[in-house]
């Protein structure tokens, strides 16, 4: 039963940290804490629920499509409300994004009413596999295997490409690397565009076992939220480790002291990591 409890948490852990990676991308890089994250996980679920229903795409398929829809959302609202805010204060910022959290929710359940919604008949629905007496559903399996794929390509861009060094010489000063002939604007439209990629992408591999409504993505949000800052602002290497240690204390607290008190051993863990290291786990 523990093997179990613990496979669970780490395929679990795996999503958590995709989710938490495109938050760490704005909270490091634009010092922005954006409380829309959530709701964009849920458009991006949405999206992948309207490809499968209208046009019989599978969730795992329509990756690509919610990653794009999502990465064009998330520079739209970049141009249009980070944008215009990034120059005051750090609460403007946070208003402007928890009021753009209020919007899309009720936007959802304006447009798709508040009922929960699920996929049935993907390609992994209720499909199963057993190794050494753990049972494993391929949904989660799926999803936690695309976490990782998505993970590395972020890395990867992060530190290989040249647009990722740009938006790592902004994350440290913008100031400076505007000297040096980066576009900063484009780098920050870029970079909240990559935010809503992998939320998106997270959206479609968790609409195959998870219920879709204007609410789904609140949870994950706060989650996420503290992912990053376990693992360190800005780093997305302690976001892969910060959400598995999350998933696995969800699932095992949950087993040990009840699904009630899950979360508030989560956030106890979180608290005493933050009285030993301020920065997180990997923060500098």
Known sequence: MLGQIISNGILMGFIYALVA??????????????????????????????????????????????????????VLIYKLIIKKVLGGSG??????????????????????????????GAMVTDKKIMAGGIILGMPQIAAALGSIVMTVIIIYFMNKTKTGKAIQATALSRSTASLMGIDTDKIYAITFGLSGACVGVAGALMSSFFPIYPQSGALYSILAFVIVALGGFGNIKGALFAGLIIGLTEAVGGYFLGTQFKYALVFLIYLIVIQVRPKGLFGW
């Open 91 to 120: 609460l403007t910022a946070l208003l402007a994004t928890f009021g753009l959290s209020m919007f899309l929710k009720n936007l959802a359940q304006f447009l798709w009413t508040p009922n929960y919604r699920y996929i049935n």
């Open 21 to 74: 990676v495109g938050l760490t991308l704005t909270w490091g890089v634009m010092d922005i804490t954006n409380f829309a994250h959530g709701e964009m996980l849920m458009l991006g679920m949405y999206s992948a629920f309207w490809m499968f229903q209208l046009y019989s795409v599978d969730p795992l398929l329509s990756i690509p499509i919610s990653a794009a829809v999502i990465f064009i959302l998330g």
